[in-house]
């Protein structure tokens, strides 16, 4: 059974930074799309960005775009996300997902998530 853990978040101030972590189990990491998704409080959970099983290619919802950076290693069965210049908009839990292809971007695209970090932005 494939696990994901997610760490990095916290509470930081409007303009900072953030990285977060999510170290996946499983020997088809490299093979399989992944994504974080956020979901702040009374909202549906949106995408934020999507990486290619090999890194090559990465999308990412456009109020982000410019900010932050999804990122992986496959060697170490990890992704990251680097968020700059950070916004108390971008208040959220930040979720890690598991493709089910080499890319994808919906919801549907994945099928295994992770616990969730909470990321708090104060203005």
């Known amino acids: 059974q494939v696990q994901l853990v997610e760490s990095g978040g916290g509470l930081v101030q409007a303009g900072g930074s953030l990285r977060l972590s999510c170290a996946a189990s499983?020997?088809?990491?490299?093979?399989?799309?992944m994504a974080w998704f956020r979901q702040a409080p009374g909202k549906e959970r949106e995408f934020v960005a999507a990486?290619?099983?090999?890194?090559?290619?990465?999308a990412y919802v456009d109020s982000v775009k410019g900010r932050f950076t999804i990122s992986r290693v496959n060697a170490k069965n990890t992704v990251y996300l680097q968020m700059n210049s950070l916004k108390p908009e971008d208040t959220a839990v930040y979720y890690c997902?598991?493709?089910?292809?080499?890319w994808g971007t919906g919801p549907r695209d994945f099928d295994s998530w992770g616990q969730g970090t909470q990321v708090t932005v104060s203005s």
């Open positions: 997902a598991r493709g089910t292809t080499p």
């Open positions: 499983g020997r088809t990491f490299s093979s399989v799309a």
């Open positions: 990486i290619t099983s090999s890194g090559g290619t990465t």
